[in-house]
């Protein structure tokens, strides 16, 4: 099943890649043969070390690839606005006990970041927002408790 990412998103996990191939593993395989040298591999710390990073850079690789390869990449500027939620969208949205406005992009589950206002597809208020237009009223229950937002503009940048 192919999971949505925006072209940020994969981009991003396409630098962390190159890095990881052409830097890190490099570097790794590097300071393996550094310790190597040091004599008996059994009481060497800083080959166990080497190797254990070896370990986890090659599992984030077979990750990365894996997220990539099972990628829909959408890119929501290629998406004709209707003023409906979808996808890739930034939305404002109206919270309607406090008044405050909060603007969120939905983005695939790797990408969020709520620092950055970047809410996963899956989250409770993203799927609430889904296919909601511009002026609409919605509900979300979180863990937080119950919010009612409207929802104000509806971008696709």
């Known amino acids: 099943m192919a999971t949505p990412m925006t072209v940020e998103g994969a981009e991003r996990l396409r630098e962390e890649l190159a890095n990881l191939k052409n830097v890190v593993r490099p570097a790794i395989s590097k300071a393996i043969g550094e310790a190597r040298e040091h004599g008996d591999l059994r009481e060497n710390a800083e080959y166990h070390a080497a190797k254990e990073r070896q370990g986890l850079t090659e599992a984030r690789i077979r990750d990365i690839e894996g997220k990539l390869g099972d990628a829909q990449v959408i890119d929501v500027t290629k998406i004709r606005p209707t003023g409906k939620v ?56 979180t863990p937080g408790g119950e919010h009612e937002y409207e929802v104000g503009e509806v971008a696709h940048i």
Not at 116 to 133: E, Q, T
Request: glycine fraction near 8%; avoid cysteine; charge should be negative.
């Open 86 to 141: 979808v996808f890739g969208a930034t939305v404002t949205l109206l919270d309607l006990e406090t008044d405050a406005e909060v603007r969120y992009k939905i983005v695939g589950e790797d990408e969020a970041d709520l620092k950055d206002s970047k809410i996963s597809v899956m989250s409770p208020l993203a799927r609430a927002l889904i296919g909601k237009a511009e002026g609409d009223e919605v509900r979300v229950v």
